[in-house]
């Protein structure tokens, strides 16, 4: 079955830290790729999101990922991280097969220590 | 000027109730989506209609009725309630069905609680 993988569940780091958190997913064929934040009470906004091109994508906030095909990766990186980025991130994986349906990770939470 | 808009925010309600969210959008998109958002967090999708019609039903217990009287609008009916339905739903929409470059637009959210 197609899946989203989130490895790590709960992060936290310092302010000025550098963030990295990891997404896997399990399906073959073509994808198109999405990473989504939720801040504290508030509802989900997308952060970037890679169709096709260049395989590093930059977003919102200074954040980018990297689309590695053949690790079936697409990491969320930050150089330096504020207390404001406190929030729960989602990776979210669309199958071309499959072209209606968006499969969401199980979310990382990320707390910046101010 | 919200983009996609659920009432109500909390809902609160017993056993075996029957109770309906609704969403609207008003960005012009075709598609439509609702997400049941556990208490771990994990976001999983229930339904989706194209243009009124729909074409994403997942495994979900058949006392979940959405109804989508416009392409605007899709609200989700619920049968019957159990503890086991609280959670956050979501309400999303996109342009077209997310097989290109459409992103979802989210809604702020409905908190179900079951007692």
């Known amino acids: 079955a197609q899946s989203v993988s989130q490895h790590n569940h709960h992060v936290i780091l310092s302010e000025a830290a550098s963030l990295e958190l990891g997404c896997n997913y399990s399906?073959?064929?073509?994808?198109?790729l999405f990473w989504y934040v939720q801040y504290p009470g508030q509802h989900l906004q997308l952060l970037l999101k890679?169709?096709?091109?260049?395989?590093l994508v930059k977003g919102i906030k200074g954040f980018e990922a990297e689309f590695i095909k053949s690790k079936f990766s697409f990491n969320l990186r930050k150089p330096s991280v504020q207390w404001s980025d406190t929030a729960e991130y989602f990776c979210a994986v669309n199958p071309y097969s499959s072209a209606s349906k968006i499969i969401f990770g199980s979310g990382t939470r990320l707390s910046i220590r101010p | 000027d919200t983009a996609v808009s659920q009432t109500p925010k909390y809902l609160v309600t017993q056993m075996g109730n029957d109770k309906s969210i609704k969403c609207e959008q008003n960005l012009g998109h075709d598609t439509m989506y609702w997400y049941k958002q556990d208490s771990k967090k994990f976001l999983k999708i229930m339904f989706s209609?194209?243009?009124?019609?729909?074409?994403i039903n997942e495994t979900v217990p058949n006392r979940f009725s959405p109804k989508s009287p416009d392409k605007a609008h899709l609200n989700l009916h619920i049968n019957s309630l159990e503890l086991g339905d609280s959670a956050v739903y979501f309400c999303a929409s996109s342009l077209k069905p997310a097989g290109g470059p459409y992103e979802q637009y989210f809604g702020p959210g409905t908190r179900l609680t079951v007692t």
């Open positions: 399906y073959g064929g073509t994808v198109n």
């Open positions: 209609y194209n243009n009124k019609e729909l074409i």
């Open positions: 890679y169709f096709s091109g260049d395989p």
